[in-house]
């Protein structure tokens, strides 16, 4: 449909939706980057982070983003405590990447089912006072919830560029997913680092699966759905990249909304996947990957 | 007293008992032998959350019965597999339940697409299926075994809505329809009475698009239904793009005289979630909690006592109304000869919460579909009248 309202409203909606999808894909990409650890559980721990949001909401009345507050700090400790356990004995694996596939498939699949036994397998939405609230710009049209988990997802990228670029321990993570073997040279504790950005990374899944709480209905198994963004940013972006995770993101979906203005929505998936088989053709390790 | 003495008096005790056990005991116990009833239902997965509630209509029906002294004097023992919302699954543990665990009875699966997948082993196997079936397609198959009782028929789903659109003053219908259907065979099932009843009454469908689920934003979607001026929107989907669609609708300040949702609106979420956005939404539905047919009232009761919902969920009575049709089968036939229960179920009615149903050859019953409105949280009946509980909100107000 050539009508610029469309289009202008489905490059807004598109930007905003871009927003939460690389905050919730920055953490995947981080440890896919520098420990080489798929973790499928990534898009579980952002459900449940999610949860404890909604519970947050319903129970006691405070906004999700003020949850984070509570939920950010736990699933860090959550994530030092899972690579302590259960990542860190698996990479002195000859394939460390399939096993951590492996590994963390399972822990989806347990946190899955816990999730399941404690709040059902009922479809939940975080429904505050502004969820379907608007700013209106004319005909363009800013959804606040929206809005929010966009300003949400640019402090928390904002957040984790800062460590990894002005911070001592930030730099040590850079040396050791640039080369681990150097890093370890330096004095780096390869150990500690790798548990930090495990850490952060479980972290950024909670403040990205709330972001991502605000635009779609969740339920336990939600997070098999929400995977497909992750791999979307981390193959676009490249893997481990910080910028590379937050323009991806907005490059899904501005062409997510894009291409339902301008052709009927069964070819947005066409068009979707088709641009990332054509990245992967020309760039395979993604358009910021160095 | 010798040792061997006592020995001799211990084995003729024994015997003594032993054939005690066998005269008065034996038959009794064979009384006792449970009928098993099996199958497999989505209880992890997409599709789990209704699973649970068919799973639990499965269990209070067993439970009734039971309470009741059971099926042909034996007590009913239901054995559920998780399919894990996988259709392939489900084929796999209806095989398993039929060749393995050799039940008396199959138990109807759910969704459309793991009983379309299961009915083909049903008529293999020759074992009588009474589910929602796969909608019209998966009842076209020649199959002889399979009964909806009720079904879900995406191809009657809104015979309803335009029936009691019929009724509403022409200059005061909608003229334009936007149509926006999930790409399965769900959302393609729902076309026909909307094509048919849209041509009927001269409303044109100015947009006509597919989406793939998950639906990833629904904003582009309201903005050209709201820049085409459609005063009616079809959102042909289930509960996480359904209310991804309402929230845009809202949020875009796009408000058509009538919203009909396919699948979503009538379980208790959509209200609980949605809160008043909720509200005035149509849709269609197969059973409901207010008909006026005998056992809605008990089942309404149960569901207040044991899962604390103000009414008996639609699956929890579809579940329910299935077994209630298994029930009469078997009793009609006064026997699990599965071809007898087939040919009773072919020539006589059953009563269910749902209605009383005859079938026809392909083991549907005459097609009927109730029109529904989410009016203050709860889903009213609207159509057919005589069934109506609460007068239609029509034009949709304004979003507050």
Known sequence: MWNPVVILQSIVSGILMGGIFALFGVGFSLTWGVMKVINIAHAAFGILAAYVAYWGLTVFGIDPILSLAVSLPLLFCAGVLIHRFLVQPITRSRDVVVASMVLTFGLAIVLENLMLLAWSPDERLITTGYSSTSIFLGDIIIRISNLLAFVLSMVGIGAIYLFLYRTRTGKAVRATWQDPEGAALQGINLRRVSMITFGMAIASSGAGGVAMAYMYSFNPPAHNLWLIFLFLVVIVGGVGSILGSAVAGLIIGVIIGLSGAFFPMQWVNVLLFGLLMGILLIKPEGLFRK | MSREFLKGIGVLVSIVCMVFVLVHGGPSMAAEKPLVIGGSLPLTGTFSATGKWVERGYQYWAEEINAKGGLLGR??????????????????????????????????????????????????????????????????????????????????????????????????????????????????????????????????????????????????????????????????????????????????????????????????????????????????????????????????????????????????????????????????????????????????????????????????????????????????????????????????????
Request: with cysteine; hydrophobic share 40%.
């Open chain 2, 75 to 400: 007590p009913v023992k239901l054995l559920i597999y998780d399919d894990k919302s996988d259709a392939k699954e489900a084929v796999s543990l209806a095989e398993k339940a039929i060749t393995v665990d050799k039940v008396d009875l199959l138990l109807g699966g759910y969704p459309g697409t793991a009983c379309t997948a299961v009915m083909p082993v049903a008529e293999k196997y020759k074992m009588v299926y009474v589910s929602m079936g796969g909608h019209m397609k998966s009842f076209s198959q020649g199959y002889t075994y399979s009964f909806g009782s009720p079904p879900l028929m995406g191809e009657w789903w809104y015979l309803g809505f335009f029936e009691w659109m019929k009724t509403v003053p022409a200059a005061d219908r909608p003229k334009k329809a936007a149509v926006y259907t999930m790409n399965n065979p769900i959302g393609m099932a729902l076309m026909d009475s909307l094509y048919k009843g849209c041509k009927d009454l001269g409303i044109e469908i100015v947009i006509d698009e597919k989406y793939n689920l998950p639906l990833t934003t629904a904003d582009t979607m309201i903005t050209k239904a709201k820049q085409m001026k459609a005063d009616l929107l079809f959102a042909n989907g289930m509960f996480p793009d359904g209310v991804m669609t309402l929230r845009a609708c809202k949020a875009l300040g796009y408000t058509p005289k009538a919203i009909v949702q396919g699948i979503g609106s009538v379980i208790p979420e959509w209200s609980k979630e949605l809160g008043k956005d909720g509200d005035f939404i149509f849709s269609g539905t197969s059973w409901h909690h207010k008909l006026k047919y005998p056992g809605n009232d008990r089942i309404n009761k149960v569901a207040k006592e044991k899962f604390n919902e103000n009414e008996a969920p639609l699956y929890f009575g579809f579940g329910y109304a299935w077994m209630q049709t298994l029930e009469q089968a078997v009793q009609g036939a006064k026997s699990l000869d599965q071809t007898k229960i087939k040919d009773w179920l072919k020539t006589n009615e059953v009563k269910t919460i749902a209605g009383n149903f005859k079938f026809d050859d392909k083991g549907l019953p005459s097609p009927f579909v109730y029109l529904t409105q989410v009016i203050d949280g709860n889903v009213e009946l609207i159509w057919p009248k005589d069934m109506r509980t609460h007068e239609p909100v029509y034009p949709k107000p304004a979003w507050k």
